[in-house]
């Protein structure tokens, strides 16, 4: 590489900054004051693209048209940012952070579709920046001049927040809260009113960078989850809450993938190395490199506890062999009556079972939240799939080994993961399914990338639906079970010692790494099994089985469910599974349908479905005695 | 001013108050005496809300306060100063205070002292000299002193204070003796729990004795200072 070309990947590497740096450090701020990890950040940032859009369109293509544009985008941006806090987020802040989270998957699916249903399902191309069109030559180089004022508006952004943060008494009010916010609250500070300034002003952060972005970029409907994983890997890169970090990671990685595209494809040692290729990954490797190093980011501090009188976890209790029985005799004898509909329905839910059981398994006993458990269900799927057409096994045996493969994973991503805690840990989960996706993606002749792999099915002693039923339930049911036979052996204890005191779990003796590290290769494991043998029963996979839809997906069985109870992930997988289908039959418009549902159960149950229910029979109990 | 009849509390599942009963009127210092876990950080937060009571009642200056949220009742002008100081590390002294300032709150009744930080900087002559020290890089004696100068910006007319003298220097406890009188001097009235019967009996005019989360005396300071069958049962270690 030639020195200006260089500097060229480096500006073109700071004006993709700004806008990720915008959008993370909105998610960072609301995540410092309120604890909320918020998923629907990347949906304001697409909402400010779509925005913009539409307000360009009807201010005109002009400098003050478009400028108005943007900022009344990020202001409205920020007036939904206000309305999800006040309609949603305010009535559940005592609710446990899992719960909260939840929430905002719903409101993802809920605004992917007003989306949808305002805009449509076609990319929109924005005009380019009016008067701002033209190119700067620098160094013999065409730069876009829209790019150098990008670049210019990062900084901006940072001097101004820093101001706010540094020299105003709302700024002081928001370091305190971060810090202690029960204690702010004791001072005669109203919480409500400092939670909604700081959504607004996360939100109006978010859709700046995405109304800045419509000169770049198409409005579509992918953006929301695709950007909210750049934005939390900059988040956690540079430290959560830290703002100055926030614009630090985004710049290293807005630079390290304009370096990846302009090297291009490099031979080495003979070797043929893509690195356009490595786009897709490498903010990724960033991040796993920098935790391992620096376990809360560039310029991150450990988190301060917040104090919360929460109730503990209640202890496990271990379901009856005898309603046990019960189930397995009624879904055994389903297909005898059932039609052949509800017997592929009923398979799909038998392998979502076994994968939130797994996810329930991680992130409930275990206490180690992952928010990519999919790459294991879809590492599974792939293992069973090109075990099949690549290595020419038998279908009985690929279906069987692809667990060990997607456990083989679990092993390498484990040692990392379980190095970290909390939200740390759920984003470097994250990172790695992510890693496996942009791998499974790009690499068309092996995986089949964007198309996946088709013409997988079952042996044909298995074809039968019925037959494959049964198959899907013995495997995953065996898997259920055996997740929660460990539970309760001296292993589980032990987890469950190590979630409600790491400290006094290490003190008297157990390895809590290693114990996390081999549940995490369990889990993995059977994970991988559901994914083999949903694979078998469609007869191809995509890429999105290993997407951040499919693991929200099992987060939102699990959460469903609730993550107290050991059979709630199960109903959880069930009801989502099922109710998922029937709205999607009757209306385009399903995500908005399963997002409302989602939050209606959030603001009555806060326990979740199967602990809510357990509650209100309680309460009944006690009533009538 | 503060008045407290059969409060219960729970935490979780945990019944830690079990109708406690207390009074401070208005300009008097009263202290909460017991051991380790008797109850009186609990009895305080319950009375802040911030372990909201389970039953009971409490009356602020006439009004009824148990079913409001902490920020409500600092409003009213009942400030809180908690154990462990709890100060904002990452934020200046003056910064602490500016947080500790109420903003635009409405006159209740009654008179309250009004705080200004120089006011404060005479009180705690040693937080004069750091102003722009973040929290976190000072000692415990000098968060002890901006934790309560904090709470004071609120201009509240009854203080709450958790253990003041807790893992402080003797030379800082006397400070602290001295402050609290002051306090007093200007018309606040303060309720106090504390383990340490020397401090209490140098700044309070009347005590209570928690045990189990039960009142067990009641009376004037000096009357507990007669009776050491009374300290024995309760307050010895």
Redesign the interface.
């Known amino acids: 590489m030639t020195f200006a070309s260089i500097i060229i990947q480096l500006l073109n590497g700071l004006a993709a900054a700004s806008s990720l740096f915008l959008v993370s450090a909105g998610l960072s701020l609301i995540f410092g004051v309120t604890r909320i990890v918020n998923f629907a950040h990347g949906s304001l940032y697409m909402l400010g693209l779509y925005g913009a859009y539409s307000l360009i369109e009807a201010l005109g293509r002009t400098p003050f048209g478009f400028w108005s544009a943007v900022i009344l985008a990020a202001l409205a941006v920020g007036l939904v940012g206000i309305a999800i806090e006040v309609l949603v987020l305010r009535r559940i802040y005592r609710a446990p952070e899992l719960f909260q989270l939840l929430a905002t998957f719903a409101v993802v699916l809920v605004i992917k579709d007003i989306a949808l249903f305002t805009w449509g399902a076609e990319d929109l191309v924005g005009p380019r920046a009016p008067g701002l069109s033209m190119a700067v030559e620098i160094l013999g180089k065409r730069i876009p001049a829209y790019d150098l004022l990008l670049i210019a508006i990062g900084p901006v952004v940072l001097g101004v927040m820093w101001l706010l943060l540094t020299r105003t ?1 709302w700024g ?2 928001v ?2 809260a ?3 916010r ?10 409500a009113k400092l939670f909604t300034s700081v959504f607004f002003v996360g939100s109006v952060l978010a859709g700046l960078g995405g109304a800045l972005q419509i000169p770049r970029e198409p409005a579509n409907l992918e953006l929301d989850l695709a950007i909210i994983a750049d934005a939390f890997v900059i988040t956690v890169v540079g430290g959560l809450g830290s703002i100055t970090g926030a614009f630090l990671a985004a710049v290293i990685i807005g630079v390290a993938k304009a370096f990846c595209i302009g090297i291009g494809t490099v031979t080495w040692f003979g070797f043929e190395i893509s690195f356009s290729k490595l786009t897709l990954v490498v903010e990724f490797l960033i991040m796993a490199v920098v935790l391992v190093a620096r376990p809360y980011g560039l310029l991150g501090k450990p988190q301060a506890v917040q104090r919360i ?4 976890v209640p202890p496990l209790t271990a379901p009856s062999w005898k309603i046990a029985l019960v189930w397995v005799v009624l879904l055994l004898g389903v297909p005898l009556v059932a039609d052949r509909y509800i017997t592929i329905m009923l398979t799909d839910i038998v392998c979502f079972a076994l994968f939130a059981v797994s996810l329930h398994f991680i992130m409930g006993p275990a206490g180690m939240v992952s928010f990519g458990h999919a790459a294991y269900f879809g590492l599974g799927a792939y293992a069973g799939g090109l075990l099949l057409k690549r290595a020419g096994l038998p279908m009985e045996a690929a279906l069987l080994l692809a667990p060990l493969c997607a456990g083989a994973f679990a092993v390498v991503y484990g040692w990392f993961c379980v190095r970290l805690s909390g939200v740390y840990l759920a984003m470097l989960t994250l990172a790695f399914a992510q890693i496996s996706w942009s791998i499974v993606f790009q690499w068309d002749s092996f995986t089949g990338g964007s198309n996946g792999l088709f013409g997988i099915w079952p042996s044909a002693w298995l074809a039968g639906k019925t037959t494959y039923y049964y198959l899907a339930l013995a495997c995953c049911g065996t898997g259920i079970a055996l997740l929660w036979r460990v539970l309760f052996s001296p292993f589980g204890a032990a987890l469950r010692a190590g979630r409600d005191s790491p400290l006094r779990a290490e003190a008297i003796g157990i390895d809590l790494r290693g114990f996390q590290w081999a549940a995490f290769v369990l889990v993995g494991a059977l994970a991988g099994l559901a994914g083999s043998v949903y694979a078998f029963s469609k007869g191809s996979i995509s890429p999105s089985t290993i997407s951040i839809g499919q693991s929200t997906d099992g987060l939102i069985m699990v959460l469903l469910g609730g993550v107290e109870t050991l059979t709630g992930p199960v109903v959880g997988a069930a009801v989502y599974t099922w109710v998922r289908d029937a709205v999607a039959r009757h209306t385009e418009f399903w995500r908005a349908v399963m997002g409302g549902i989602i939050l209606l159960i959030v603001l009555l149950f806060p326990q979740g479905l199967v602990g809510g229910l357990k509650a209100l029979f309680l309460r009944w109990k006690e009533a009538r005695a | 001013m503060l008045a407290v009849r059969n409060l219960h509390a729970f ?3 945990a019944h830690i108050l079990h109708g406690v009963s207390l009074e401070a009127r208005a300009g008097e210092v009263v202290a909460l005496l017991g051991r380790n876990g008797a109850g009186k950080s609990t009895a305080l937060k319950a009375i ?1 809300g ?2 909201p009571p389970a039953e009971g009642e409490v009356t602020f200056e006439g009004q009824r306060i148990e079913r409001l ?3 409500r009742i ?2 009213l002008g009942l400030g ?1 100063v ?1 154990e462990e100081r ?1 100060i ?4 200046t002294v003056m ?2 205070l ?6 635009g ?1 409405k006159a209740g009744r009654g008179a309250a002292p009004a705080w200004t930080e120089d006011k404060l900087f005479a009180l705690f002559p040693n937080l004069a000299g750091m102003r722009d020290r973040p929290g976190g890089r000072m000692s415990g004696g000098e968060q002890q002193m901006l934790t309560i100068a ?2 004071l910006m ?1 201009n509240p007319r009854c203080v709450l204070l958790d253990e003041p003298s807790e893992g402080l220097a003797p030379i800082i406890v006397e400070q602290m003796a001295h402050s609290i009188r002051a306090l007093k001097g200007e018309g606040l009235s303060v309720l106090l729990c504390e383990q340490n019967l020397h401090f209490s009996q140098a700044v309070a005019d009347r005590a209570y004795i928690i045990e189990k989360g039960q009142i067990r005396f009641g009376g004037t300071m000096a009357e507990l200072a007669a009776d050491s069958s009374l300290r024995e049962q309760y307050l010895s270690v």
Not at chain 2, 88 to 91: A, N
């Open positions: 008494r002081a009010l370091r305190a971060t810090q202690d029960e204690m702010v609250g004791a001072l005669g500070v109203d919480q009188a929460a109730d503990p | 935490y979780g599942r802040m911030l372990v949220q902490p920020y600092a409003r809180y908690p709890r904002f590390t990452e934020l910064e602490n500016e947080v500790g300032r109420q903003v709150r904090r709470t609120g």
